[in-house]
């Protein structure tokens, strides 16, 4: 059987690194020996996974021939189980990882993928609020977090910019540690001499955390640590 090998690489590290294309050419390559293809043309792109297939110039090319269209991963044609479906009216695929596999199990995998990014994407929104909430109690780790994030994600700006991110973040929880600091201090004096008693303290006198919530034996905990404070002082 004839067919055309499409790769595509990320915009980014994968074109500059050319690994993810190797990678690509060692997996088409191998699967075309294994399965008795012939492999009669190759086109490669650098695209964002977010464009349409038939709306990528090489892709197109690809797609005119006539032929199935072999590619080392599903995910190399496109990630959106949408796109796919469309391009499955026009072509058949085949993918090197999967070279049994029809289009309609093509289909299957392709939903399985996405539900999957949604699934990691809402944990890593969850995990990204967990964080946010530990560092604004103080937690001395958790800003640190928060500020390599804010760096990372502030790559790109100037080095002016990047300090300003991380010293917004740092300045926005010590602001607030400073807030509460008296409070629990006088919780101590009065007699709190554990975690939980601080924080019923702390909860009947109306001191709000951070969030505008109820404290926690751990918030008080880490808001503690942060203000250096101990039920020896």
Known sequence: MEVVAYYRVSTGAQEKSGLGLEAQVDYVHSAARQ??????????????GTIAPQDRPECKKALANGLPVL???????????????????????????????????LHLFAA???????????????????????????????????????????????DANRAKAVEAVQLRVSTWLE???????????????????VAKCLNEKGVATSRGGEWSPMQVKRAMMALSLSFAS
């Open 35 to 48: 399965q008795g293809w012939k492999i009669v043309a190759e086109y490669t792109e650098t695209v964002s």
């Open 179 to 197: 807030t509460v600091r008296d409070p629990i201090d006088l919780c101590i004096r009065k007699g709190a001499k554990t975690l939980p008693a």
């Open 71 to 105: 590619v080392a991963k599903l995910d190399r044609i496109g990630r959106d189980v949408g796109h796919i479906a469309e391009l499955m009216k026009r072509t058949s695929l085949k993918v090197a990882t999967m070279p049994l596999a029809d289009n309609f199990q």
């Open 112 to 158: 399985l993928a996405e539900q999957e990014r949604s699934f990691i994407a809402s944990r890593t929104r969850d995990a990204l609020k967990a964080l946010a909430v530990r560092a604004e109690e103080g937690d001395t780790e958790s800003v640190a977090k928060v500020a390599r994030r804010a760096e990372t994600l502030a790559r790109g700006r100037t």
